[in-house]
């Protein structure tokens, strides 16, 4: 199936810093992919749709200044968390978007995910 | 809005048969997922299902779709230690945008040997 990468896998910062998370698809090409936080013991939280040379869609309640999507390439994504702070602490998961055939597959792929820790 | 419901938890014995169940709300799903989280990874999509089909069997797994009472389940046969994670059901209310599906909080499957 489709490969996403999403890196880093864990990063530990400082309170006050940003911390950039990169998810790419590396043998296809992903107009649309998606940006998601997984609290622990919970179900995904969509947070933004990431469309390629546009500005990203926020899902209602979610900070586009705090969380800054960028989607350059057909392959690339990244979120950048601003000014972190612990409560920014989370699993952060990315997945491109297949769109084949219309009916054919509307499929997403995830990342691995990233664990953030804010001190 | 959406809602997808599932039950939070399953165990079962090492060579036995698990059934996930999973409903929903929106009855304009088109598409239905299955996805399996192992411990500190992202989700791998196990296999999904249009909205016009009853059932679809992949290997060790049997997807069943009640359209009428929106109920999906997800059947793993001869169930392994290494099928232990969360599995989330999902529903995609249109073909166009798999991303703003709706997932279920989860079921941690729990393989006993």
């Known amino acids: 199936g489709a490969v996403v990468s999403q890196h880093p896998s864990r990063v530990i910062c400082k309170s006050g810093t940003s911390v950039k998370i990169e998810c790419r698809s590396l043998d296809f090409q992903a107009t649309t992919m998606f940006w998601y936080r997984q609290f622990p013991k919970k179900s995904l939280m969509l947070m933004a749709t990431?469309?390629?040379?546009?500005?990203?869609?926020?899902e209602q309640g979610v900070e586009k200044d705090k969380f800054l999507i960028n989607h350059a390439s057909l392959t690339l994504s990244t979120l950048t968390v601003t000014s972190a702070h612990p409560e920014d602490s989370s699993f952060y998961i990315c997945s491109a978007h297949i769109l084949s055939g219309g009916l054919a597959k509307n499929i997403q792929y995830f990342g691995a995910g990233t664990r953030l820790s804010v001190l | 809005g959406e809602d997808v419901e599932q039950s939070l938890f399953l165990s079962v014995r090492e060579g036995d048969s698990s059934v996930i169940n999973c409903t929903y709300t929106?009855?304009?799903?088109?598409?239905l997922y299955w996805y399996k989280q192992e411990p500190g990874a992202g989700l791998q999509l196990l296999t999904y299902?249009?909205?016009?089909?009853d059932m679809k069997q992949d290997q060790r797994l049997t997807v069943l779709l009640n359209k009428k009472d929106k109920h999906l389940s997800l059947r793993i046969a001869d169930t392994q230690t290494g099928d232990s994670a969360i599995y989330f059901c999902?529903?995609?209310?249109?073909?166009?945008?798999?991303?703003?599906?709706?997932f279920g909080d989860g079921t941690t499957l729990t393989v006993k040997p």
């Open positions: 990431s469309n390629e040379g546009s500005k990203a869609t926020y």
């Open positions: 999902a529903e995609s209310p249109n073909n166009t945008n798999a991303g703003k599906s709706t």
């Open positions: 299902i249009f909205s016009n089909m």
């Open positions: 929106d009855s304009s799903s088109t598409y």
